[in-house]
């Protein structure tokens, strides 16, 4: 009992020194998530309040960069109201990384359940799916995020709904092709033989072997996301003041480009680096859940 109760702690901690070495294997992925590391530690100090990014001293307006005689938190200057940029950026991180989560989990669970009936179940309620995701993908994502928010108002709930919608067909299309193509093996018809339900089949059968597929294209679609978030508020029809993000923060500094560059500069690099991490863990991923790519992540010892 002892070996058998110790097998499974030993495959965890060897599953996971697996995942390290890959990670290794891959410069740019460890170099992704030592970003998002960061990202996340700013995101953590500033909800503690180790920033005080929306206190005004106007003393300190636009100080530029890099001027280490000023308390830490203004060493990469302050904005026109003197407030810590590096607090604006922390602050602005939490709402646009969690506007991007929140989309993208939404999308994802609903473009996942939708795509797994329409692939499974077949039929009119498949083909109703379908043609409403051709409708949704027919138009451009960035001109059905305008119209919406528009129509219906800029606030971050309105925002996350209509993104979640312009998303969700890529995965309701993926989802659909996966389980058409799983649903015709030998497993999942001695499935059915032994008196297995639809769901319990979808559940149990066709799920664990889409999901890898699903989570590689969220992480894809956590930075397109967030490039279509900046955008709109970029544009002044995503997230409204007193709230910040980066989008906001590139639109507020683009008024002092000629005297204050890091206004704009510093939010802009953020969200470049962002969705650059992003990408590069999604392909990262996609290649450690491909048997026949992921031995190129690991160093061979010589």
Known sequence: MTEISGTAPARKASRVKWFARALAGDPMALCSVIW????LVLILADTFGAFSGSRIALKARNLPPFDFTQDWRLWIGADSLGRSLLGRLAEAALTSIGIALLTVLLSLVMGTMLGLVAGYFGGPVGSLIMRISDVVMGFPTLLVALVGLYLFGPSVTNLVIVLAITRMPSYIRVARAETLEVRERLFVDAARVF???PIWIIRHHILPIVAPTMLTLASVNVAMVMLFESGLSY??????????????????GQGYLSSAWWLGFFPGLAVMLTTMSFNLLANWFRIVNDPSQHWRLIRRKR
């Open 195 to 197: 008196g297995g339900g």
């Open 36 to 39: 998002l590391a960061l990202v």
């Open 235 to 252: 544009l002044g029809l995503g997230v409204q003041p007193p709230a910040v993000s980066w989008g906001l923060m590139i639109a507020q």
